[in-house]
């Protein structure tokens, strides 16, 4: 399948052995992402049991791309190869045009023998314009920190700095958590809520363990009451808050404002230069809200190698379909929301 000329790359799936010269070409590539990183077939073939198939180019012994897939398969959506599946970013990232192309032929080869209904890519610069993509519906927001943070403070527009100031006067304080406990209890009733199925606990656990201190679980309460909880990424200068979720109360006193506000001050004072926001719907509250903080949106392109389906695939809340499940859902008492979330969540990706 691959062309064995000495000038060639050589296309290989991820081991244990390949694990770091994997993350050593992440962090070295200005396009690759947190979400590029080798941990993730740990995550998600532990937490969800789908198969990865990480794959890399090697030119002179040394890796020279990485794409990794993972193919969800599901007796509810059907069968997909997805680049990064549970993650906003991915896609094929490589050092020469070479590798780039042996990547993503490899890919839909690979989407073809498994029989899969497309290939996605989450792409923050569009690659195919042959493929279908969505790019209207997400965006991403990310902005770059002032080295001290008052500065950052400053530059929020008022109305917001307005409401990060409320939870400074309400006595909100942030605190590190070393495990998952707190986050996991505020984030599951905050997404049930939502009308989301929640992901298991064992994922959250998972990602912890995997990604040690680049994993981060912050928690903001008023005396010794939990009101909101956040789990960041870090990778190289940036940080990620990836999943947010507070209690119903915790708008009262801008726990929410608050929150990534602290995640933002310890940032800048752990010398991270750049606030990643994350992906959010158009025409969301989260999309509004991430505005209001002064941050703009980019277009995410989420492209799509079409091979059984007939149209790009439209499993998000937004899609009038799931309406009523929605509805239904945010009425489930919350202990089979979460006994029945996990089952559910693994085969959305």
């Known amino acids: 399948m691959n062309d064995m000329s000495p000038s060639s790359p050589v296309i290989k799936v991820l081991d244990h052995g390949a694990a770091d010269q994997w993350d050593a070409f992440v962090l070295s590539h200005e396009r690759a992402t947190f979400f590029h990183r080798a941990g993730w077939k740990e995550v998600i073939e532990r937490s969800f ?3 990865c198939h990480f794959l890399y180019a090697e030119r002179a012994g040394a890796v020279s791309g990485v794409l990794p897939l993972v193919h969800v398969k599901s007796a509810l959506f059907g069968s997909s190869l997805v680049s990064n599946a ?3 970013y991915g896609g094929p990232v490589a050092r020469d045009p ?4 042996a990547l993503d032929r490899e890919a839909q080869d690979l989407a073809q023998s498994l029989g899969v209904d497309y290939l996605e890519y989450r792409l923050r610069d569009a690659e195919h314009p042959d493929w279908a993509s969505n790019s209207e519906l997400y965006a991403t927001f990310r902005k770059a920190l002032d080295p001290e943070a008052e500065k950052n403070l400053q530059a929020v527009p008022r109305k917001q700095r307005a409401m990060v100031r409320k939870g400074i006067k309400a006595g909100l304080t942030g605190q590190i958590d070393r495990d998952i406990g707190r986050f996991f209890r505020i984030y599951s009733e905050s997404v049930r809520n939502l009308g989301t199925p929640v992901f298991g606990r064992r994922y959250f656990e998972t990602l912890k363990a995997v990604f040690g201190s680049d994993c981060e679980v912050l928690t903001v309460a008023q005396g010794d009451r939990a009101l909101a909880s956040v789990m960041s990424f870090t990778f190289r200068d940036e940080v990620l808050p990836y999943y947010g979720g507070g209690l119903p109360e915790a708008r009262g006193v801008a726990a929410y404002d608050f929150m990534y506000w602290e995640v933002m001050r310890r940032a800048c004072e752990d010398g991270i230069r750049v606030f990643d926001f994350g992906r959010s719907k158009r025409g969301t509250g989260a999309f509004s809200f991430k505005k209001h903080w002064g941050f703009e949106p980019e277009a995410l392109h989420y492209e799509y190698k079409l091979l059984k ?14 309406r009523l499940y929605i509805a239904l859902w945010k009425r489930l008492p919350l202990a089979m929301a979460n006994r029945i979330g996990p089952v559910v969540a693994r085969a959305l990706g």
């Open 49 to 51: 049991g789908h198969r």
């Open 86 to 88: 549970f993650c906003v």
């Open 98 to 101: 070479t590798s780039l192309a």
């Open 309 to 322: 389906a007939s149209e790009i695939p439209s499993v998000n809340p937004l899609n009038p379909k799931y």
